[in-house]
Nanobody, 127 residues
Framework: QVQLVGSGGELVQAGGSLRLSCAASIRPFGAYAVAWFRQTPGKEREFVAAISGSGAQSYYTDSVRGRFTASRDNAKATVHLQMNSLKAEDAAVYYC????????????????????WGQGTQVAVSS
């Protein structure tokens, strides 16, 4: 069974940076597209970023583009989300999700496309 473990969330001041990590127990990890979603109480899970299996392609929601960067180390089966210039509206529980694909350029921006999820890591931003 595929497992994902998210980590790295904490309280940070507005304008600061955080690096989230998602460690996977799957091989070959490069066959999986990985996405980050976030959720706040009472709201639906929101797409944040996705990265293709090889890491060659990534995609971001408009509100984080230019501030967040997704990367991956397939040898270590780990994906990172570097978050810079954090804003109060970035505060949420962040989830990583993975989906097998045999087409490297493919990834998905809807939560229902992903069957495998990490447990979530809390990001809080103080103003």
């Amino acid at each position: 069974q595929v497992q994902l473990v998210g980590s790295g969330g904490e309280l940070v001041q507005a304008g600061g940076s955080l690096r989230l990590s998602c460690a996977a127990s799957i091989r070959p990890f490069g066959a999986y597209a990985v996405a980050w979603f976030r959720q706040t109480p009472g709201k639906e899970r929101e797409f944040v970023a996705a990265i293709s299996g090889s890491g060659a392609q990534s995609y971001y929601t408009d509100s984080v583009r230019g501030r967040f960067t997704a990367s991956r180390d397939n040898a270590k089966a780990t994906v990172h989300l570097q978050m810079n210039s954090l804003k109060a509206e970035d505060a949420a529980v962040y989830y990583c999700a993975a989906k097998f694909t045999n087409i490297d350029s493919t990834f998905w921006t809807v939560a229902t496309a992903y069957a495998t999820w990490g447990q979530g890591t809390q990001v809080a931003v103080s103003s």
